[in-house]
């Protein structure tokens, strides 16, 4: 076996990569990825491609989307206050390595495994590679972000150890409509979103979902308007370009909202095997619920229509709650070379999970259903 490392998948055929992926998650796949290196996505904001790769005579049977990041922008598991304590020492926190998808707060696989190789060893092997690459590079530290959570037990053997975040997610149960949804939820949130559509509606707002691929060029333009307005609004960068946008339409539903004919809002989710995941949304101006019905009920309907698992609707919200999306714990794992630093974020991390369990039994408790 030989293990190495590669700084671009134009490298890598497709299919050798796809055939470790598997075709249910959409972000870890060849074209997903590759796209954001040709499309200007990764560098101007501080990822820097260094996939890890394990073959066995040649044939690829182990990898993992790794990254060498000078900053922690676009990661969603928030590790500033460690680089600031780093500074303040007097250390350098970046360079460090991430083991992610840039920008996606989703869950899903990181170490792809050949399905006629021994999952368990593969990933033990590039979990200790990583360690390597880490060392050599003189890298602080390394992130594994949303994956697995049977991934973080496994590797507490290696030395990392594991934070966790509360997200709230859609999960289909075989519901006939939108309607059969809402007859599970108590009565004062099933009204709640009945007048919330209705709003919509009454504001002459008609919607539509469409396939990427079904946009048109001027439809494309405004939707990635959408998309920049929101991040301008918040003061960030809208680091994916539409050209990425466009090398992937055929992953993407647009859900718009048109008024008078013309385009007021979207939201650009991504297609999974059994998985929507609602990524971005934007719009002009202010129309009382369409953000809840773009970004959430229309998303919903589509997972019922199309016997969809679960909706992911992107990270953090509390608010989702009541619109029937549960929290979900998410897991990450991590390794600290400084052998000061590491008791101390590691203490860290543990009244971390310790107030996030907490907070997740809380949030459970405000579901929305029936009981």
């Known amino acids: 076996m030989e293990l190495s490392t590669c700084d671009s998948l134009k490298d890598i055929p497709a ?13 870890i796949q060849h074209d997903f990825l590759l796209a954001l290196e040709q499309h200007q996505c990764l560098q101007p904001y501080g990822w820097f491609p260094n996939y890890l790769l394990l073959k066995d005579n040649d044939k690829l049977i182990g990898a993992a989307p790794a990254y060498i990041k000078t900053n922690s ?13 780093y500074q303040q020492a007097g250390k350098k926190y970046y360079p460090k390595l991430v083991i992610a998808i840039p920008f996606t707060p989703a869950n899903g696989p ?42 973080t037990e ?22 006939e409509n939108f309607n059969h949804f809402l007859s599970f939820l108590k009565k004062k949130k099933r009204k709640n979103i009945k007048q919330e559509r209705r709003k919509v509606k009454e504001s002459g707002i008609e919607i539509k979902r469409l396939n990427g691929e079904e946009l048109s060029d001027d439809q494309w333009l405004r939707l990635y308007d959408f998309y920049r307005i929101t991040f301008m609004k918040k003061s960030g960068s809208p680091t994916l370009t539409l050209k990425f946008f466009k090398a992937i339409k055929h992953k993407v539903l647009a859900i718009v909202a048109f008024h008078d004919n013309e385009m007021v809002a979207g939201a650009i989710c991504i297609k999974g095997k059994n998985t929507l995941y609602g990524r971005h949304w934007g719009c002009f101006e202010n129309y009382d619920g369409l953000h809840f019905e773009v970004c959430y ?18 990270a953090q919200g509390e608010h989702k709650i009541s619109r029937g999306f549960m929290p979900t714990i998410t897991w990450s794992s991590h390794w600290v070379e400084d052998e000061e630093f590491r008791p ?3 203490a860290h991390c543990q009244r971390e999970t310790e107030y996030m369990e907490l907070h997740y039994k809380d949030m459970c408790a405000n579901s929305p259903f029936k009981e």
């Open 15 to 27: 299919g050798s990569w796809n055939e470790l992926a598997g075709d249910s998650n959409p972000f």
């Open 73 to 85: 922008y676009g990661e969603f598991v928030f590790d500033w206050s460690w680089a600031d304590a």
């Open 110 to 151: 990181r170490f792809l495994v050949h399905s006629s190789a021994d999952k368990n060893q593969i990933i033990q092997k590039l979990t200790e590679f990583s360690r390597h690459v880490a060392h050599e590079l003189q890298l602080s530290t390394i992130h594994n972000l949303f994956l697995e959570k049977n991934i």
């Open 154 to 175: 496994q590797q507490k053997s290696s030395g990392f150890f594991q934070r966790i975040d509360c997200q709230y997610h859609w999960h289909n149960d075989n519901y």
């Open 297 to 314: 009920y229309q998303g919903i309907e589509y997972c019922i229509e199309n016997n969809i698992q679960t909706f992911e609707p992107g």
């Open 344 to 346: 101390i974020i590691i």
